[in-house]
């Protein structure tokens, strides 16, 4: 399975970020993960890719535990955060011949992967530029390839779509069905949730730390009245949330 979660808890001191939560993503799909700000979906994400140890129960990428086989795990594994972070003083050439280096490509096969790459998200016309000169959709599109970059088998994508022109978005939604269909399982966390409903093949939703409600988006629809769409869904199962948020 390319990720399984089992009967995970992070606790911050007092605080249960995560309670209990048990999922699993399958091959070639994209699975939306829901949730309120502070409901627990980036203490997932962070458990996922190992910058986080469960306080109990395991997480495991494509068979490998992620804390005792961390970095088998993180061979097959792409990370991409809310936040694109690039090196100001490199170019993004340079960032992505700096990302094959780190994972052991060949650095023939990396120059041609950086050339199909750049192409794919045309970013071809600032490639050599300094990336401090970069906008957010140009800096997001540039570790968007960096992520592809060495044909990971799992892509983990946190709110894809924050700060992206629609011409950024419609790419980053093709990008993901495109990876899908090539058999690369993706797990997106997203507020937009439209973009779960257009682009997701099953989804979740988080709700003070524990899992609420999974499923397609036909059979989460299905829990609504005629024509109710996934926000209203989502705005239904959540309604009652008056507390103080707990960690993210």
Do not use: W
């Not at 390319?2 to 995560?18: L, N």
């Not at 799992?154 to 419609?170: F, H, K, N, Q, Y």
């Not at 966390?189 to 999974?214: F, Y």
Request: aromatic share 6%; glycine share 8%; charged share 25%.
């Amino acid at each position: 399975m390319p990720i399984e979660i089992d009967h995970v808890t992070k606790r911050f001191g007092k605080k249960v970020a995560v309670e209990d939560l048990s999922l699993t993503v399958h091959d070639g799909e994209v699975y939306a993960f829901l949730g309120p700000n502070g409901a627990g979906k980036t203490t997932t994400i962070k458990m996922i890719t190992g910058l986080l140890r469960p306080t109990s129960g395991t997480v495991q990428v494509e068979g490998f535990d992620v804390q005792a086989e961390g970095m088998e795990a993180r061979k097959v594994i792409s990370y991409v955060p809310d936040q694109p972070f690039l090196y100001d003083k490199l170019s993004a050439r340079e960032f992505l011949a700096f990302v094959g280096d780190m994972y052991g490509m060949d650095p023939d096969l990396c120059r041609t992967r950086i050339d199909e790459l750049s192409r794919r998200f045309g970013i071809t016309g600032y490639i050599d530029d300094l990336s401090e000169g970069y906008s957010h959709g140009m800096k997001q599109r540039v570790v968007l390839a960096a992520a592809m970059l060495h044909n990971p088998s799992v892509l983990v994508i946190d709110e894809p779509m924050v700060g992206l022109d629609p011409r950024s978005a419609r790419l980053v939604k093709d990008v993901l069905r495109e990876m899908a269909d090539d058999d690369v399982s993706v797990f997106m966390s997203t507020h937009t949730l439209s973009i779960a409903e257009e682009v997701a093949d099953r989804a979740g939703i988080i709700h003070r730390g524990s899992l609420i409600a999974q499923g397609t988006v036909d059979e989460l629809l299905a829990r609504g009245h005629t024509n109710a769409r996934l926000e209203d869904i989502f705005l239904t199962l959540t309604h009652e949330d008056t507390a103080s948020p707990q960690p993210e």
